[in-house]
């Protein structure tokens, strides 16, 4: 996509599913808005960048994608985090969202598959029902200075390496990591925290992890 193009719309390049192995998504650093489903079911070989001034992604707009690479967000301007925004989607590297995210929304990376991290940086910001149902993540999620866990948040999902909810996590929904599988990471409830919901950790499933609440 050129750089001279400000808008991507509904479904513009989905359905890409034959592509070549050399086959790659570039956004051009003029695009400002990103419509529903505008890169649905296609792939890219390399690391797919979300330039910096990109403020509005749609729902589902990377969803089911085959990504052969990182994704990595450049923008600043993005304030959340789309439903089924990569609902689906395999992603070979790691995912690095940006600092300005404040809402993670239901089911945002509901089945995803990670082989690499999840990184929310230095964000402020909440996560909603569901929005990471049944992920699988070979590395770490790194959620920043996440305030605000809501209902099943995290159920069922599979992380083998640790889950860092930072210092700042005031609220942990019901059911917020109900039913989860960790391998052998960690995860460590800051003392920040002020209410736990019922079933949070129901079914937690850890035999070489520490689930560990720390008195702050």
Do not use: C
Not at 59 to 85: C, G
Not at 109 to 132: H, M, Q, T, W
Not at 145 to 169: C, H, K, M, P, W
């Amino acid at each position: 996509i050129p750089d001279s193009v400000e808008s991507v719309g509904t479904t513009s390049f989905a359905w890409h599913v034959n592509l070549n192995e050399n086959t790659y998504v570039h956004i051009g650093s003029g695009v400002k808005y990103i419509g529903l489903a505008a890169f649905g079911i296609t792939k890219t070989t390399q690391d797919l960048i979300i330039p910096e001034n990109v403020e509005y992604i749609g729902d589902e707009a990377f969803a089911s994608m085959d990504i052969r690479a990182n994704v990595i967000f450049e923008t600043t301007k993005l304030l959340e985090v789309s439903p089924h925004l990569f609902g689906g989607s395999v992603i070979y590297g790691n995912l690095i969202l940006p600092s300005s995210i404040t809402e993670v929304r239901e089911n945002a990376f509901y089945a995803l598959i990670v082989n690499g991290n999840i990184d929310f940086g230095n964000s402020n910001f909440k996560v909603e029902p569901s929005a990471f149902d049944n992920v699988i993540v070979s590395g770490d999620i790194k959620l920043g200075n996440v305030e605000t866990i809501e209902e099943y948040a995290f159920q069922y999902a599979s992380v083998r390496g640790n889950i860092d909810l930072g210092n700042n996590l005031k609220y942990l929904g019901t059911g917020a990591f109900y039913g989860v599988t960790m391998e052998k990471g960690n995860i460590v409830i800051p003392g920040s925290l002020e209410s736990i919901g019922s079933y949070a950790f129901q079914n937690f499933m850890a035999p070489n992890s520490n689930l560990v609440l720390n008195e702050g």
